[in-house]
């Protein structure tokens, strides 16, 4: 019997191996981690396969003579289940990427590492929950921090779990110091036992549902089979969130469990906020923010049904679970659900795959679909559920456009632009203004000649910094200070051109001086913990200026903003990419989406030199849908996705032409194959891209259009199977299917 176990190597197979000395072959199981001697190293590996030499027919004697002994078997429950290696091995087959290297990005990372079994401590699975006794609060009344936390638990009749706590914002020592002067009740559970309480959760809803709402949710859960997708298109605001809380809600009570997607845990934490505190059941978080420890616990906490909902970003897709009743992916448009360096995967895509492994239904929503979604709805492929309105007492805003040809601009800003804001500062409200750029400015430009401040390692402008000043590459992190003077002609007055979002805020600063004024950028934003505060401070409704780039522009629920000023809408139209329109569109319509929520009127101004633009019209109007049927023509008549599978070849080397080389012997190497004759594919390339050189090496890229399935896998295959030969060289070749990033 031999053992086959997949590595995380760069090759498209499984390495042979036999049962650790004085171990038994039946104590091998699929799915179990092991180490292995690998090319004078040990490395972890998972089995994929237990099978005898007989049925492996292409293993002589010879070979099982010199196959190696696995060093270390590990002795915990299998790492991946069976349905996790299903998917692993249709994801590795899909997108054309060695199956040692996506199960190694599967696994939590402290699976991936080798820990001597003295140093492993056992995992607490224990989790608590906590109650509001009767004791009367006899605080101080300004303890502010303790009457929240005793508010937020006292509604909680059955008790509300610590994670849905510490969501709050609400630490350990401060729910201990509660408990010890007798406010609060905490009782531990060993969640192996504790089945019937976890399962006591479900409390009423606060809000009452309307129609349109009730009427998503029943047909999520719409026979024929429970593996259906749902595209649940819902204007913004239209209470798509409240939507999948009934449905998870839905499957708690049949006693199974719930995969929550969201685009970046770190920007939503109001999202995160909202499920925790009306579910009442243990929920397991799964992002980058955790600690590996917290993602090792939350991944066993599921695998064994403890935790009944887990809420994560793209990377919680692999979570295992006991019982999976429901996934839902939130914003599915969203770019961020796709993995782009190393294993290239979408988590939509693989959610979608999942469910139908797990035979449960999955809700794809969103107020912007993207055109691949949409197209798998029309077919019929997808169920396109629809909320036109918004809830509550949300209203549309009124959309205008301020035309910038002829105006002259304050840091970014126009006149009209400006006495808007004013004008809603003065009436109490709060204003967000967007740009999707960070730092002082894009440029730096030499009054005299006309050079430009380009960075030393890539085909790209150096970004003007303001605090401290310097210039920085944010392709590659390049920084370097602020020069005195043109490197080309040595005058000494450089101009920073354009407005970044710390420019819009030095401007907005100057004309208003007595506002109060958030920026929220990557620069300003680094933790989970900020950008809670900010949201904290926002909620409070007190009149503000917001200044962000997409960040700011994403799922955020606040209710006293009425205006929204979009700075520059024209700079992603005019790009080389064929989905420029449908991200404008999606990113308008998102940005345009928060404000209006609360109650009060909410108005979007743009700024724009392109008035007259076709996208506009719809957008004014709240219809994605005009736009998404006209770019959804388009792309039929030029074969671009989603009517034809796109595949991308990326070649890097530090050698300008061997980039381009590498795949030209590709290219040639593909329309050799028998059926490319057939149209069933086409090559376009090879093409420098569109920042040819970063951070030292060139970039090229083939691009591949595919038109069925049968041709798609044949290139893919033949792509996989000369991998090796080539990875060899200097120059390094990288698959992307489906690419969102190409250019
Ligand atoms: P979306 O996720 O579609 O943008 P949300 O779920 O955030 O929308 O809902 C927008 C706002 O409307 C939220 O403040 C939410 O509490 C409120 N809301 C949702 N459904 C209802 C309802 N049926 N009745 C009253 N308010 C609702
Ligand atoms: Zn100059
Ligand atoms: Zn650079």
Same mark, same amino acid.
Do not use: C, W
């Given at each position: 019997m031999v053992i086959s176990v997949a590595v995380p190597v760069p090759l498209f197979k499984t390495f042979d191996y036999l049962p650790a000395e004085g171990d038994q072959i039946a104590n091998y199981k699929k799915g179990q981690r092991v180490l292995v001697p690998f090319a004078g190293r040990k490395l972890i590996g998972i089995i994929i396969e237990v099978s005898s030499p007989v049925t492996k027919s292409k293993l002589n004697q010879q070979e099982t003579f010199t196959l190696k002994h696995i060093c270390l078997r590990y002795k915990e429950i299998p790492a991946l289940s069976e349905r996790q290696l299903e998917l692993l091995s249709w994801a590795s087959y899909y997108y054309g990427h060695p199956i040692g290297e996506c199960i190694h990005t599967a696994l939590p990372s402290l699976l991936r590492k080798h820990i001597s079994e003295k140093n492993r401590s056992q995992q607490t699975l224990s989790t608590s929950k906590w109650y509001r006794t009767t004791k009367p609060f006899a605080g101080k009344k300004n303890a502010t921090k303790q009457i929240a936390i005793l508010e937020a638990i006292s509604g909680h009749h059955h008790g509300i779990w610590l994670d849905a706590l510490k969501s709050m914002g609400f630490s350990k020592a401060q729910l201990n110091?509660?408990?010890?002067?007798?406010?609060?009740?905490?009782?531990?559970?060993?969640?192996?036992?504790a089945e019937s309480e976890i399962s006591k959760n479900i409390e009423k809803n606060s809000v009452s549902l309307n129609p349109e709402?009730?009427?998503?949710i029943s047909e999520v859960f719409l026979p024929p089979s429970p593996f259906k997708v749902s595209l649940l298109q819902g204007v913004t605001g239209s209470g798509k969130t409240e939507v999948y809380i009934e449905c998870v809600k839905k499957v708690l009570n049949k006693g199974q469990q719930a995969l929550i997607l969201i685009p970046e845990i770190n920007l939503s934490p109001q999202t995160l906020a909202r499920f925790q505190s009306n579910l009442d059941t243990p929920i397991g978080l799964a992002h980058s923010g955790m600690s590996t420890k917290e993602r090792l616990s939350s991944w066993q906490l599921s695998e064994s049904g403890v935790a009944k909902v887990i809420i994560g970003t793209r990377s919680a897709i692999f979570t295992p679970f006991k019982n999976l009743g429901l996934i839902v992916v939130d914003e599915e448009h969203d770019s961020s659900y796709k993995q782009i360096d190393g294993f290239k995967y979408s988590a939509r895509d693989l959610a979608v795959k999942k469910a139908q492994l797990e035979n449960c239904p999955i809700i794809l929503g969103t107020a912007t679909p993207c055109l691949e979604s949409l197209h798998n709805a029309n077919s019929g492929k997808y169920h396109l559920i629809k909320l036109d309105h918004r809830a509550g007492l949300g209203v549309f805003p009124k959309v205008h456009l301020i035309d910038i040809r002829s105006r002259a601009l304050e840091n970014g800003c126009s006149r009209p632009l400006l006495g808007k804001i004013g004008e809603e500062l003065s009436a109490g409200n709060q204003v967000i203004i967007f740009q999707n750029r960070r730092g002082f400015a894009p440029t730096l430009m030499c009054n005299s000649c006309g050079w430009i401040s380009q960075c030393n390692h890539c085909d790209s402008r150096l970004t003007v910094h303001s605090a401290p000043p310097h210039l920085h590459c944010h392709h590659c992190n390049f920084k370097k200070a602020f020069p005195k003077e043109c490197e080309n002609c040595h005058y000494t007055q450089l101009s920073?051109?354009? &407005?970044?979002?710390?420019?819009?805020?030095?401007g907005l600063r100057h004309h208003f001086p007595d506002t109060k004024i958030w920026r929220i950028d990557r620069d300003t934003i680094r933790k989970q913990s900020d950008m809670k505060n900010v949201i904290e401070e926002i909620n409070q409704g007190d009149p503000c200026l917001l200044i962000g780039t997409q960040m700011l522009a994403k799922g955020h629920d606040f209710h006293n903003v009425t205006l929204v000023a979009v700075i520059d809408a024209d700079s992603s139209f005019? &790009?080389?990419d064929f989905r420029a329109i449908e991200k404008s569109a999606q990113q308008l319509l998102q940005v345009a989406g928060r404000t209006g929520r609360g109650g009060k009127p909410g108005t979007v101004l743009i700024q724009t030199r392109k008035a007259e633009h076709p996208l506009f019209a719809p957008i004014i109007a709240n219809d994605y849908e005009s736009i998404a049927r006209t770019e959804l023509k388009d792309r039929e008549l030029c074969e671009l996705p989603p009517f034809s599978k796109m595949i991308s070849i990326r070649a890097d080397s530090n050698i300008q032409s061997e980039a381009n080389s590498a795949l030209q012997e590709l290219s040639s190497q593909l329309s050799q194959q028998p059926n490319s004759n057939n149209n069933n594919f086409q090559i376009s390339g090879p093409i420098e891209a569109s920042i040819a050189r970063k951070a030292g090496m060139f970039r090229s890229y083939l691009h591949v259009f595919v038109s069925d399935t049968a041709s798609r896998s044949h290139v893919i295959s033949l792509i996989a199977h000369n991998w090796s030969s080539y990875r060899t060289g200097k120059t390094k070749l990288q698959i992307d299917v489906d690419p969102i990033d190409y250019i």
């Open positions: 110091a509660l408990e010890k002067s007798g406010y609060l009740d905490s009782k531990s559970f060993d969640p192996l036992t709402q009730v009427n998503a920073p051109i354009g &407005s970044g979002t710390e420019r819009i805020e030095a005019f &790009s080389s």
